[in-house]
């Protein structure tokens, strides 16, 4: 999904941010076959650097406040978790990233456990 040239706080209370740098091959063919997990929960993907960038771009204003609040390190690929009260929640580096982490890990937090019970 492409957006205006938005900030993070944009999306502050709708949707959890998915920021990765240097993105692998791999990862970008998993987040294909993934889009159920990510889109029951909320997530929007962007990646920053590395392959799929063209695939999830931020936009400019969006990619240099990611930039600044992440300090990505382009020597040490990395996977970050920005909640939906806009606070970055997690990080993993790319090797240690999974999807079964990342949803474990979100589906923990008392938000989304409120949500699982409201969506039955």
Known sequence: MVFADTGISDFRWK??????SGASKKLVQ????????LTE?????????????????????????FAKRLSPDPEKPKVYLI?????TTLEWSLDNFSFEK????????????REIREDR
């Open 41 to 65: 929960r909320d997530l929007q993907v962007f990646i920053l650097s590395g392959e799929g960038k063209s695939d999830y771009p931020p936009k400019p204003n969006l990619a240099a406040e």
């Open 30 to 37: 998993q987040l294909d076959s993934e889009e159920a997990g």
């Open 83 to 87: 909640g939906k009260d806009g606070q």
């Open 15 to 20: 949707n959890r941010l998915l920021v990765v």
């Open 102 to 113: 990342l949803y474990a890990s979100i589906d923990a937090m008392p938000m989304r456990q």
